[in-house]
């Protein structure tokens, strides 16, 4: 069958890698993909927030699987507009239609979804400028730090972590008063949790759904998890601490809540939903949801998954996930990315890649890398994704990290550091 996967980033890379390897995979298409999304099908270069010109790929590759990889066109709707377009709506969409997007379009909502169905989290509150003064005086008796998080998408840039009041009060203000745009036209402010976080994902296909390799993902742009947020600096599944009680919590109390709650809400979803889920003692708590995989923890979970890619979202589409066997290797993932100097702050495009032939025995998923005259060069911060899996963790983490190591580009960086922790 015909294919299009949407995006560009290394998630988009390793599903590509491994929808390629599948018998069932015909041609696929990549919208717009990047440098290695190139070897495993046809890269095009449509914006995927462009529905018409969605709507013109597909109808011209005749294209029989819509795979959406990141939220931005989920939240927007593009699974919407298949359905209701009579052109495209025999094509099966992996990705949630709008008002179950809204999981991770709207934080506001979903606390009052969490609130609704029982589902641990921290507690909050939300405010608007209608509110704003009662905003202030709710977090003038606040327990410090205090978490304020913009309701709408930012990048990854609406939640903010204060020490204290007074500052908590400033960022509000600057929040409602439009510093993320309309994504902070309401301000969810919410209690700060300690403990470690880890990433959980399922694939549901409205009733039933099949639960995806945990992963951990580090966040931070410096070695020891030091410094500025980034998209996400590397990735390890299995999670050491994820052992089978407390992932049986979370199969409990998070995951089965949510499935059926949203059918009980009549939210008909297919696709992705990410945990991102935070341990509190022995317990625990969600902290978002996305409506999507994580990157880079994708490309750790996807060496994981032993089953044909296509057969399962075939099984999604067709709300057959009751009788699907998902198929996960004991074995250990382990993902380093390689990012540009000065990321998550300003940095250069551009700069030519060179030693992807010298890697030995990682895989490397392109995220912002683009081809230039054959060359292949850098075309965003978050550069490359280096995994690779073994039977423990260990040697994963020294593998990828050593094939990282043999990459070369102007103002190349990566952490050494991933993983190594939990070991
Ligand atoms: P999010 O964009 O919701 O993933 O938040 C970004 C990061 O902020 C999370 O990965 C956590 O590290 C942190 N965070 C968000 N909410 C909380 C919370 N309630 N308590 C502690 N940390 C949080
Ligand atoms: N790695 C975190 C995310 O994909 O949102």
């Known amino acids: 069958?015909?294919?299009?996967?949407?995006?560009?980033?290394?998630?988009?890379?390793?599903?590509?890698?491994?929808?390629?390897?599948?018998?069932?995979?015909?041609?696929?298409?990549?919208?717009?993909?990047?440098?290695?999304?190139?070897?495993?099908?046809?890269?095009?270069?449509?914006?995927?927030?462009?529905?018409?010109?969605?709507?013109?790929?597909?109808?011209?590759?005749?294209?029989?699987?819509?795979?959406?990889?990141?939220?931005?066109?989920?939240?927007?709707?593009?699974?919407?507009?298949?359905?209701?377009?009579?052109?495209?709506?025999?094509?099966?969409?992996?990705?949630?239609?709008?008002?179950?997007?809204?999981?991770?379009?709207?934080?506001?909502?979903s606390k009052q979804f969490m609130e609704r169905h029982h589902i641990p989290t921290a507690k909050s509150k939300s405010f608007t400028n209608e509110n704003l003064q009662e905003g202030l005086d709710y977090l003038a008796n606040h327990a410090t730090p205090i978490v304020l998080k913009a309701d709408g998408l930012a990048a990854g840039k609406g939640v903010l972590i204060l020490d204290n009041v007074a500052e908590a009060q400033d960022e509000l203000k600057l929040m409602l008063g439009g510093k993320f745009g309309n994504a902070g036209s309401t301000v969810v402010i919410e209690e700060f949790l300690t403990g470690i976080e880890l990433s959980v994902f399922i694939l549901s296909d409205g009733k039933n759904y099949v639960t995806l390799p945990e992963a951990k993902d580090y966040k931070r742009i410096g070695q020891g998890d030091t410094g500025l947020n980034t998209g996400g600096m590397g990735s390890v599944s299995p999670v050491p601490f994820a052992d089978a009680a407390f992932l049986n919590k979370i199969e409990e109390r998070i995951i089965k809540p949510t499935v059926n709650g949203l059918a009980s809400e009549g939210i008909d979803y297919t696709g992705f939903i990410f945990f991102g889920l935070i341990k509190v003692g022995d317990d625990p708590y969600v902290i978002e949801y996305n409506a999507r995989m994580g990157d880079p923890e994708t490309e750790s979970v996807i060496l994981r998954i032993e089953n044909d890619l296509v057969e399962l979202f075939l099984a999604s589409a067709n709300k057959e996930l009751g009788n699907y066997e998902i198929k996960i290797s004991p074995k250990n993932a382990a993902t380093v990315v390689i990012v540009a100097g000065g990321y998550p702050g300003e940095y250069e495009k551009g700069k030519t890649i060179s030693g992807l032939e010298n890697i030995r025995d990682s895989y490397a998923f392109h995220a912002g890398t683009a081809l230039e005259g054959g060359m292949v060069k850098t075309n965003g911060g978050r550069v490359l994704a280096i995994s690779s899996v073994k039977d423990t963790q260990f040697e994963a983490l020294q593998c990828a990290t050593a094939d990282a190591a043999r990459i070369y580009f102007d103002g190349k960086y990566f952490r050494e550091d991933i993983g190594f922790d939990l070991i």
Not at 7 to 20: I, M, P, T, V, Y
Not at 74 to 100: R, S, T
């Open 1 to 109: 069958m015909n294919i299009l996967l949407i995006g560009s980033g290394g998630r988009e890379c390793a599903f590509a890698w491994k929808l390629s390897q599948s018998e069932k995979c015909t041609n696929l298409f990549i919208a717009p993909g990047n440098a290695g999304t190139a070897n495993y099908g046809k890269n095009v270069n449509i914006n995927p927030n462009d529905f018409e010109a969605v709507k013109s790929l597909a109808l011209k590759e005749k294209i029989e699987l819509l795979v959406v990889g990141p939220e931005e066109p989920l939240v927007l709707g593009i699974h919407d507009f298949f359905a209701n377009d009579e052109a495209l709506a025999h094509i099966p969409v992996i990705g949630p239609k709008k008002e179950g997007a809204i999981l991770e379009g709207s934080k506001d909502f």
